[in-house]
């Protein structure tokens, strides 16, 4: 009380005044400071610069605002064709109806003279045929043997038993849905039928097809270069996963499963006492669930790549971490793309092959200070028997990028569909789904191949249906290895100049 009293005295009022303006001012600048606070938490803790991409290291290269090597004369031009460039015009079909003639009018419009033909010209017109159903009553007639008293129906054609749907109705919606990608609101829509009808229609092609399974697991065993990948989806609103098991011949989706190494693993479970059925690679990421399996496994680049580029950019000023980042994706960039180059023989390629590893091999067992660096030098020191069958053998790409693409329609229907409802439903997509991009990949059509293996289930409903949608594959004829080239521990043959 008595300091009060004695700053009271000694204060006057115009310092006073001052003082709590003071401490207004600056409560303001501590909300403003905090406010500001939580505005740079939402923007994120750096702001993105006009030429970074959207996604960071994973963002596509059709994502990216310029081109990292492109020139400042390419960033000034727009889109477009090349100045110069004629066009393509307008092609004529390379197949088309029996051509249409159309009389002109016999009688002048203006005169009413009589008119005669100067020329005739052909005209090409695009046209559309909208898709229809039709509903059609059938009168199906029953007739009883007068020895035995045995009754025998008439079969319906193109109908399967107990169903009321044809069956190019039943295959063109189950393309239109599990293969082509559209909603079950739009398939229904434009079909006639409702939701519950077409799940039930779909639940029991998915029953007859699924024998269909274990020939294209031997089929997926057989060949010798494999990609695995998965996604993220959903079931009953519940977070599952969903499996890619791939080759340019075949397609396993295993829908609604959990991300667990059993999943691959129980699939191939009866198989595995055919040793042989297991040689060969499986392309993968570096998830850890792969390695539970009997295969060889290539570990993808374009994910190494990704790492490498996210460490440069986490270290930006660190010459160490940026001379080791950029060598390596050079590197890694030109082993991806030594396999798409085209007109490199077999010997040319194994040489170009064995340079790069050696160069990876060179950059990753060099001497590091930054612990990041070393951690990821780990990461090839450690798997250097996953990470270079590509170099060993040119069937083998050095990325996922096939895998990745080849589950690109399960992820839109994902995106648009919010997954499935039951475990039934995904069951019932799994089924599908192989059946008909497998189908597809084999060089079929799958709507109509699926309409005939129907149309034969019901001549003859004990007819082996799986024989008849995937036929035995020819095996592909062996290919050169860089063994039979002469290339050991990555030593370089002389190069040939014709390849």
């Not at 994120?44 to 004369?73: C, I, L, M, V």
């Not at 960039?333 to 170009?352: C, H, I, P, Q």
Request: with cysteine; proline share 6%; charged share 30%.
């Amino acid at each position: 009380m008595a300091l009060s009293r004695k700053l009271d005295v000694v204060m006057c009022s115009g310092c006073l005044s001052k003082m709590r303006e003071i401490d207004q001012l600056k409560r303001k600048l501590d909300k403003q400071a905090r406010r500001i606070a939580v505005l740079e938490k939402k923007l994120g803790e750096r702001a993105r610069s006009p030429h970074e991409s959207p996604f960071g290291a994973s963002a596509s290269s059709a994502k990216e605002p310029f081109k990292t090597n492109a020139s400042d004369q390419d960033r000034e031009r727009k889109g477009g064709g090349k100045p110069g460039h004629r066009g393509h015009g307008r092609k004529n079909p390379p197949r088309c109806e029996p051509a249409e003639k159309l009389a002109a009018p016999c009688l002048c419009p203006t005169c009413g003279g009589g008119t005669e033909s100067r020329k005739i010209e052909t005209r090409h017109v695009r046209d559309y045929i909208p898709e229809r159903t039709i509903d059609r009553h059938v009168l199906v007639e029953t007739r009883q043997c007068t020895h035995c008293g045995e009754l025998t129906e008439a079969k319906v054609p193109d109908v399967l038993p107990r169903n009321k749907y044809s069956n190019p109705f039943l295959a063109h919606a189950a393309c239109e849905h599990y293969l082509h990608g559209r909603t079950q609101g739009d398939v229904c829509g434009r079909f006639g039928i409702g939701l519950g009808a077409f799940n039930y229609a779909m639940q029991n092609l998915a029953d007859m097809l699924e024998p269909s399974i274990d020939r294209l697991v031997r089929q997926f065993l057989a060949d010798h270069v494999r990609f695995g990948d998965e996604t993220g989806y959903r079931e009953d609103g519940v977070g599952r996963y969903a499996w890619l098991l791939s080759t340019p011949q075949v397609s396993l989706f295993l829908v609604g499963q959990s991300r667990a190494a059993r999943v691959p693993l129980e699939l191939f479970e009866p198989y595995r006492l055919a040793e042989s059925m297991f040689a060969g690679v499986l392309v993968v990421d570096r998830y850890a669930a792969y390695n539970c399996l009997h295969f060889e496994l290539q570990y993808c680049y374009a994910h190494l790549k990704r790492d490498a580029e996210k460490l440069e950019t986490l270290f930006p000023d660190d010459h160490e971490v940026k001379r080791f980042c950029r060598a390596l994706i050079r590197e890694l960039s030109a082993a991806m793309r030594l396999r798409r180059t085209e007109g490199l023989g077999d010997r040319r390629y194994y040489a170009k092959a064995a340079q790069i590893k050696a160069n990876i091999i060179r950059i990753c067992d060099s001497d590091a200070s930054h612990t990041s660096i070393q951690e990821l030098q780990n990461i090839f020191r450690k798997n250097a028997h996953r990470l270079y069958h590509w170099a060993r053998d040119r069937r083998v790409p050095a990325d996922n990028n096939y895998s990745e693409r080849s589950l690109r329609p399960l992820v839109i229907a994902r995106k648009i569909s919010f997954g499935t409802q039951s475990a039934r439903g995904s069951r019932t997509r799994s089924i599908l789904m192989s059946v008909l991009h497998s189908l597809q990949k084999q060089g079929y059509d799958p709507a109509a191949r699926l309409r005939d293996a129907m149309d034969i289930k019901v001549r003859n409903p004990n007819e082996d249906l799986v024989a008849f949608l995937f036929p035995p594959i020819p095996p592909a004829p062996p290919l050169r290895r860089a063994s039979d080239e002469g290339i050991h521990a990555g030593i370089p043959i002389p190069m040939d100049p014709t390849g």
